[in-house]
């Protein structure tokens, strides 16, 4: 049998091109060192999964990916729920766990610090994460908020406004301030050119922001807005950069944390162009505690994911979810990974023995292994892996004592984390503070001046109405001429390009 196997396995995890060492295989749980377990770059982008129980050790095989893929030049961004990644911009220590482990897989180990950078929303060190209501657009925007039918009309009839009318929606007090004036001063005159809307649906669509700024938006939405070319860099020794997003703080705010993850991958799928089949992907996104992407999100946002992780793989970028139980992931998504990396799941309960024979169904057959039983004696370190071969064929099942990251395995202090921030090439570009005239600003003093010519009677002498005397003037036809690049990405909803001008910057 142990020959049997050793062939089968070392023919199955053997490729041409490039891969990842994850480790060497088990049977019965006897270490056999001479079959290696890997899986290959081009593959990458087929989506996967890492799943185990709390302690398992899945959070050492995130770092053993990502470490791995910067080493060949693909960048990664890693979603730090619980702030304990920071540890991978600085080289391991040895240690006899190590030691032992690397010589029983007969791996060589070597410390090596990562080329990283510190993202944050919250404002936390590191570069900050914006966006705009304006890129987010109606349909986007619309699928957050959770909205009808109707609602979404006036949604989209409010940006079509804007957009004619050359009003920045920047931030989310843009958006209420628009609609207080479409309620209001500007009622009527929209009416005669849209047609006429429900002010309970405007209304609805008030409270709703108010519920998302209290989840903590308002910090995210605005400017400078990110650009999605700065997560794929590589730096003067070819390693791609591994971006660590810092939301632990955000975590307990689920329509947020939603938002941001949706909006971001909506973002990167729009701005990266179709490469089909590549040899390595060009981006690897890690997303940790994936159960908090998944369980508060509304069934517009979950289609929506859905559509953005069947298609997004087509651009070279690849999915990894993180999280405790495979059934934490929709059957629908949980479909699409091709790469899936089991550690030991726990049975206190008879909902724990149901849900890890449901886990077991998950992962091919295999004459080698009891897979729900062993399941649950997987050590620390070891794990279930399977994956796709480089003809897209699933890799047989095997048992890995999976090897250690060759970075720091626990966090770094506050001195070091703000040394590698001070020395970011974007973090100063980010966090720079603009405030630019938009549409809260513009119709307020429009508004102003507009009262100050005259009452209405004297406005209708002239042919003008109050709502044409806001928008008819110098200042704001250049602001149009301006938003015209602005909201097309908006305009065109969740997968439209967006067109808005960006630094020019070589990075080395």
Not at 304 to 327: E, H, W, Y
Request: overall charge neutral; some cysteine.
């Amino acid at each position: 049998m142990k020959e049997k196997f050793a062939a089968q396995l070392t023919e199955a995890y053997q490729f041409k091109g490039p891969s990842i060492q994850l480790g060497a295989a088990m049977l019965d749980k006897e270490l056999i060192p001479q079959v290696k377990v890997s899986l290959p770059l081009k593959m990458m982008n087929r989506h996967g999964l890492i799943a185990g129980a709390t302690g398992t050790g899945k959070t050492k095989s995130l770092q053993v990916f990502a470490e791995q893929l910067s080493a060949q030049g693909v960048s990664c961004v890693l979603l730090d729920i619980k702030g304990d990644l920071s540890g991978i911009a600085m080289p391991g220590s040895m240690n006899p766990k190590i030691d032992e482990r690397q010589k029983a897989i007969q791996m060589d180990w070597n410390p090596r610090e990562n080329f990283v950078e510190f993202l944050t929303i919250s404002g936390k060190e590191g570069a900050k994460l914006r966006a705009t209501v304006s890129e987010f657009g109606p349909v986007l925007l619309s699928k957050i908020l959770g909205l009808n039918d109707t609602q979404e009309s006036v949604v989209a009839m409010i940006f079509k406004f804007c957009d004619d009318n050359g009003l920045l929606l920047l931030d989310l007090e843009d958006l209420k301030r628009v609609i207080q004036f479409i309620n209001e001063e500007g009622k009527d005159e929209i009416e005669k050119e849209f047609g006429t809307f429900s002010t309970t649906s405007t209304g609805t669509i008030l409270r709703k922001i108010i519920e998302l700024e209290q989840q903590g938006a308002t910090i995210f939405f605005g400017e400078r807005s990110f650009e999605m070319d700065d997560l794929v860099r590589v730096d003067k020794k070819g390693r791609g950069v591994i971006s660590i997003l810092r939301v632990a703080d955000i975590q307990d705010k689920p329509k947020f944390f939603s938002t941001f993850m949706l909006q971001m991958l909506a973002e990167i799928y729009s701005k990266f162009p179709e490469v089909g089949d590549l040899d390595k992907p060009k981006l690897m996104f890690f997303i940790d505690e994936a159960h908090l992407l998944f369980e508060e999100a509304n069934s517009a946002l979950l289609n929506q994911l859905d559509t953005v992780i069947k298609l997004i793989r087509s651009k070279g970028i690849g999915l990894i979810f993180i999280t405790q139980n495979p059934i934490d992931i929709p059957d629908s998504v949980l479909a699409q990974l091709g790469m899936k990396i089991q550690h030991a799941l726990r049975a206190f309960t008879a909902k724990d023995r149901k849900a890890i024979k449901m886990a077991a169904e998950n992962y091919p057959e295999t004459a080698f292994y009891e897979v729900s039983q062993l399941i649950t004696e997987l050590g620390i370190g070891e794990a279930f892996v399977t994956g796709l071969n480089e003809k897209g064929i699933p890799t047989p099942l095997v048992h890995t004592m999976m090897r250690a990251p060759e970075s720091r395995m626990d966090i770094l202090t506050d001195n070091e984390l703000s040394s590698i921030v001070s020395k970011s090439e974007i973090a100063a570009y980010y966090n720079e503070i603009i405030n630019r005239e938009s549409a809260s600003e513009i119709l307020k003093r429009k508004i102003e001046d507009a009262k100050e010519d005259g009452p209405p009677v004297q406005e209708k002498k002239e042919g003008k109405s109050t709502l044409q005397k806001i928008f008819d003037s110098t200042v704001t036809r250049q602001v149009g001429r301006t938003v015209a690049r602005e909201l097309t990405r908006g305009l065109l909803g969740m997968f439209g390009i967006k067109t808005t001008a960006r630094r020019t910057k070589s990075w080395f």
